[in-house]
């Protein structure tokens, strides 16, 4: 695959290096597109060095090659590490005026950008607005992470590790590139909140969108599947060629995922409420009847996902674990200890909290299996279903040639 690794002028430029080294042994045609000032951080000599292959940053050099709009053109994915406060401006302006710019303009390759910068930066609305912009028209935003920052700070800024930003840009362009990687198997995907009634007109229910669901759903549309979703009180269409089921109550949900429980593949993206009413009125409660000080009794839902994983017919089962947790090891232990429990063959871990998850664009999610992490995404819901759903994918791979 052709690579361009663009670097902008940040500290952890020559953490880029790393990056260019490891695309090269894995075998990537890799194009360096320095900006300006990201030749004052590291050398040309190395650029070269590492990835076999001239470095420039000028737009007037090689013209005859068409050079500004030929790199772009032919690239299946462009990666920017690090890319400061500036470059971000720049690429969510749609600026030109250096050979990084004119190439990300003549590309239609995944974008992927791993942001660093000091945390006042990173936190500036302004920085902020640059990078929705970007994660709305399909770039993937890798990091930043928590860390020591140069000035001896800490904070969120620092650019994610090179080998993670590596990870996520093969797995953004390798999924973009691998149509048919589920051709010939169903998949049935769970999406959105289950509603609990307490009367015909009131229900006890949560904010989930079903916006990750419906995106993985046309994730796996997308890599050929025949794909069904089964819908609680979706907030978004349905994709695209993708069989709907409406349901409303976690019995219903139930239900029909039992029905499709022989699926190759079966994703819990729904966020199940854990409890129902007991002893719901088939008629409208009024104020007179409840009083002043009402009280609701609640049963406990059965756990889907655990009983699917107790089917006689086992299909690969892919659990969601929403945390707040805000320490990221305890957070991945937390994971780990679900998929444990509920006995799911992959988890999709994401945090959640009043700004992060539910009903927002961007999204981070790490995906485990029983002995860790094997995936690690963050960008659009649409680009991070593309990972999980390659994740899966290379999962069902991998079990047919074990069986072969
Ligand atoms: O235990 P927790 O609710 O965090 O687990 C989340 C995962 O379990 C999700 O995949 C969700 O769809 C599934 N779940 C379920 N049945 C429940 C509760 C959650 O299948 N009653």
Redesign the pocket.
């Known amino acids: 695959m052709r690579v361009v690794v663009g670097i902008s002028g940040g500290i952890a430029a020559y953490k880029a290096a790393l990056a260019i080294r490891e695309l090269v042994q894995a075998g990537h045609d890799v194009h360096v597109v320095p900006t300006a000032s990201a030749l004052r951080f590291i050398g040309r000599p190395t650029l070269e060095a590492l990835s076999r292959n001239p470095v420039t940053d000028e737009v007037f050099d090689d013209v005859a090659a068409v050079r500004h709009v030929a790199l772009g053109q032919s690239a299946d994915l462009i990666v920017v590490l690090p890319a400061t406060a500036n470059t971000l401006a720049k690429l969510a302006t749609g600026l030109a005026d250096d050979l990084l710019g004119t190439t990300v303009l003549a590309s239609r390759a995944p974008l992927v950008l791993a942001p660093a910068m000091h945390t006042e930066m990173w936190e500036q609305p302004a920085v902020q607005a640059n990078v929705r912009t970007l994660v709305e028209r399909g770039a993937t935003i890798v990091g930043p992470v928590a860390g020591a920052l140069t000035g001896g700070d800490t904070g969120l800024g620092r650019m994610a590790e090179p080998t993670d930003v590596v990870a996520a840009a093969l797995a953004a362009a390798g999924a973009a590139q691998q149509p048919g990687a589920l051709a010939g198997r169903t998949v049935v995907v769970?999406a959105g909140g289950t509603r609990e009634p307490i009367d015909p007109v009131r229900f006890l229910g949560n904010r989930s969108s079903g916006a990750m669901g419906a995106e993985l759903a046309a994730a796996a549309r997308a890599a050929g599947a025949s794909v069904t979703l089964v819908g609680a009180n979706l907030h978004v269409p349905a994709p695209e060629g993708v069989e709907l089921v409406e349901v409303e109550t976690?019995e219903q949900l139930r239900t029909a995922m039992l029905e499709r429980a022989d699926a190759d593949v079966v994703v819990?993206?729904?966020?199940?409420?854990?409890y129902r009413v007991e002893g719901a009125s088939d008629e409208k409660r009024t104020k007179e009847a409840w009083g002043e000080r009402p009280t609701l009794t609640l049963a406990l839902?059965?756990?889907?996902?655990?009983e699917?994983a107790r089917a006689p017919r086992r299909s690969l089962l892919v659990?969601?674990?929403?945390e707040t947790e805000p320490d990221d090891d305890a957070l991945v232990q937390r994971g780990r200890d679900?998929l444990a429990r509920?006995g799911?063959d992959l988890l999709v871990l994401n945090r959640v909290g009043h700004d992060e998850g539910f009903g927002r664009v961007d999204t981070r999610v790490r995906v485990l299996d029983a002995d860790g992490v094997v995936a690690d995404a963050s960008g659009t819901k649409a680009s991070v279903a593309r990972v999980i759903i390659d994740t899966v994918a290379q999962r069902l791979a991998a079990a047919s040639e074990e069986h072969q």
Do not use: E, H, Q
């Open positions: 769970s976690t819990m993206a729904a966020a199940v409420a854990d839902n059965p756990d889907i996902l655990a699917l659990g969601f674990g929403a679900k509920k799911a």
